[in-house]
């Protein structure tokens, strides 16, 4: 028997504001919709969809667990591989995205920059 893990099929990422999540990954990741429901606004990552889910529901999914809010501070990265790091930073600042960081040559050998959505949750684009 091999590994029983195939992949990442879903994220679900808990949001304060969904609205303004909903614009942001609209507006920044330039994907389309792939599902909504009066809680929840779903994107297509390849083949991983994101679920950006209204944090008033993250309860029933994570209970007993407690529900964390974004001013806990980043507790993950969700890296992108693009093509040209610089060129994607002058991209991601047209659409009014303020950089953490970057772009920068990591001493492992490759450049990134990193971003926080609406929900504080941190993005990193990768060469």
């Not at 990265?77 to 920068?104: H, K, Q, S, W, Y």
């Amino acid at each position: 028997m091999g590994p029983w893990v195939k992949g990442i099929d879903a994220i679900t990422l808990f949001v304060d504001d969904l609205a303004a999540a909903k614009a942001f990954y609209l507006e920044v990741f330039d994907l389309p919709l792939h599902y909504e429901d009066p809680n929840s606004a779903v994107f297509k990552f390849g083949e991983t969809v994101i679920n950006l889910l209204d944090v008033s529901h993250a309860d029933e999914l994570v209970a007993p667990a407690p529900v964390g809010s974004a001013a806990d501070g980043a507790r993950a990265v969700f890296t992108i591989a693009v093509d040209d790091v610089d060129a994607m930073c002058e991209t991601l600042r047209a659409r009014g995205v303020e950089l953490l960081n970057g772009p920068m040559d990591r001493p492992w050998g490759i450049r990134t920059a990193s971003f926080r959505d609406p929900g504080g949750l941190i993005w990193e684009i990768a060469k």
